[in-house]
């Protein structure tokens, strides 16, 4: 990996030369909660002033960039008894993110293994990763992140750039000869000892500051162990089964696919619609049965799917620990809660 | 009222239903918005043959196959004409909140005495007014069409699915998953009572996406949590009267006193139990 380090003062003129030719999303201040505090979101901006950089997380990931809930997959324009089929892959030009922290790029990372690792990638998804640029920021741990614990708290593939913050300095990685070129439109030098110690205190100091844990350890053979614990069944009776933990999560990608025909009979549309596993019909088949009618069954399978079958096909967590579920959710449901409520340490 | 010849789909010629729309205890509400959307008006009107619609036209007719009827019922009068629309149709939709369980109407028969708001707003003029009930509860509803009003896209769906012989589905999860899919941020966080939790989605989330919380006119969602939702609405500040004020709204939470399952009800809880 390339390094190089540049004044804070810099990266202004950075931000101007990927908007110049780039649509670039970044998070800004969306609104104020109820306790006076800013929330943040993931939006095209086009002043450096607009971005905050130092933001918390933001209440829904970038997701909606790359896996739209909604989507027409194709379309299929009919003309008397004959039709012909559309496929758009629905991207029209690169997209630049700017200041994704570590969690979100390991759930791009992770999206990858599942949308286009496999035998059959997912081309809707692939066109719109491929044509990304990705500026990474560390961040400052909030009481909801765990994401040490899933080991998703630094990104090592993913990003073009990530930046650390060492003063008034930025420490930056390079992953891309795209970045490299971008850095050479400012005043970057190659960092000595001095900053790659400053670069490590940084990362220790962050490393220091994380509240929430989770415990990973023989954990896809615990949940085995515990499939039937009583826990589950006092987190359902918490689960509102309103989906939107999914709706928050950078790496939920279930969907449904629905075909529709326009009003007017011209257009007919098979279109994908992300969807969450704690909703009611989630598991239902055809001829009406419902595998899991049970809000504490899907709310278990939920679990299973990122903590116990994610790892046990990937070798690790469908889980980043960006804690968006946990906050979100009303009944708070949360992930270090259920899963020491699992392991038996603390109840539902 | 009959806007063109027969349609056809991929050169198969599709059913022309001859529906017909009617009104009980309600605003009109439900009936204009069938007439609203004037960009798709004309195709909604050329997929079925309209042979009754008061709010929207002179002629009469008792010859239909479906029947959308708005409003619920709450004089004695509609009862008769309710089942005589129920004999004369081969399919009854429920048009809306009133028409699904009794809707705004349905708040009146908190009052123990039916005599008192009769009293209170006729004064010496007779109303023969009754417990408001839900047509589900007088005879067999086949489809509900749920909100106030519903969403005109929903009913589109119906009538072209039943033109097109497709399965009808109604939305059966809570409204939250689409207002997050909308980008909106909850708002409870914003220090908002909402009922999106346990109300019945399909509307896009229609309010709540423009900062004004959910009143529940959809009705439950299948498997609505309200123990867990009382709890939230307690923890973020509100009043157990807020809350039931709210719940109370739209009728779709409060119990029924003579349920009378609809047969696509039925067919559900078999599937699921």
Known sequence: MLFRVFDQGELPILFSALTARHEVIGPVEAGVDRHGKPFYAFEPATDFRALRLAYTTTKLPAKRYFLPCREDLATFRTSGSDWSKTVEYNVDRPRVFFGLHACDINALNKLDKVLTGGDYPMPWYAAKRRNMFIVGVDCEPQPSCFCRSMGADTALSGFDLFLTGIGDRYFAEILSNNAYNLLRGIRAVEPGEEEHVLYRRAVAEKTRKYTARVDTTDLTKILDMEFESPVWKSWGEKCLSCGSCAAVCPTCYCYGVEETVDIDLSVARKTKTLYSCNLVDFAQVAGGHNFRPESHSRLKYRYYHKHRGFVEAYEESLCTGCGRCGETCLAGINVPDVIASVRGEGGA | MAAGGTK??????????????????????????????????????????????????????????IAFVEGC??????????????????????????????????????????????????????????????????????????????????????????????????????????????GNVCLFDLGELCLGPVTRGGCSAWCPGNRFGCWGCRGPADDANLDSLRAIAKEHGFSGEDLADRLECFGGFTPREAPEPSPRRKSRKRGTR
């Open chain 2, 8 to 65: 056809s789909w991929l050169g198969a010629p599709l059913l022309r239903p001859r529906v017909a729309f009617f009104e009980l205890t309600s605003c009109g509400g439900c009936q204009l918005q069938v007439l609203n959307h004037e960009g798709t008006l004309l195709d909604f009107l050329s997929l079925v043959e309209v042979t009754d619609f008061r709010e929207a036209m002179t002629e009469r007719s008792h010859e239909y196959d």
């Open chain 2, 73 to 182: 019922v709450s004089r004695s009068d509609e009862v008769a004409r309710l089942r005589q629309i129920r004999r004369n149709a081969r399919t009854l939709v429920a048009l809306g909140s009133c028409a699904c369980f009794g809707g705004v109407p349905r708040m009146k028969n908190r009052f123990p005495d039916p005599g008192l708001l009769a009293r209170e707003i006729y004064g010496e003029y007779p109303m023969a007014t009754e417990t408001v009930r839900a047509l589900d509860e007088i005879v067999p509803v086949d489809l509900k069409v749920h909100g106030c009003p519903f969403p005109k896209e929903e009913l589109e769906k119906v009538v072209l699915h039943i033109a097109l012989g497709k399965a009808i589905e109604t939305p059966r999860h809570p409204i939250c998953f689409e207002c997050k899919a909308n």
